[in-house]
């Protein structure tokens, strides 16, 4: 990774790195990631490890009216989710990963290597209620369709666009 540090040194202790602060000023990087692929590392809230994902889904979240001011929540069963507060259809927080992603109601979003930070759409899987994996639908759409090798037609979906924000226009 590249670029500047996004979290503090320790006041006692260079070597010790301390997470961001609700209130203190956290700039998403710019980066290149291992595979070359262009990332945006986003500092969260109350966790010393950023959040990862693709520079294009980042400034598609931008582009829509979505904060980069994140937060690690800790869900059900203790799992922690990076999540925004928001206002929009009537809930407070909403997951990056289901932004990213865009699932239907009753899917959800899963992670291929378990680690929730990372949010890049290649490390990201939506299933249904069942837990059926649509991941070779996903897989088609971001190598742009075409034959799947096995004789059977490509499924081409496009993006969901974002809801409105009540706040984009202000």
Known sequence: MSGGCAFGAHKDNPNIVTANTARSPRTPQ?????????????PLANYPQPAKLLAEDFERLMLAGI?????LNIGKGGHGYVRLNSHRAGKNLISVARLVMAPRAGQQVRY???DRLNLRRDNLYVTDANGLAF???AA???RGGGDDGEGGASVTV?????????HAGA
């Open 158 to 166: 496009p993006p969901v666009p974002l809801p409105p924000s009540p």
């Open 30 to 42: 710019h980066t290149t990631d291992a595979d070359g692929a262009a990332v945006v590392l986003v």
């Open 140 to 142: 088609l759409m971001e």
């Open 67 to 71: 904060s980069h001011m994140w937060t």
């Open 135 to 137: 991941a070779r639908e």
């Open 112 to 114: 291929r290597d378990g």
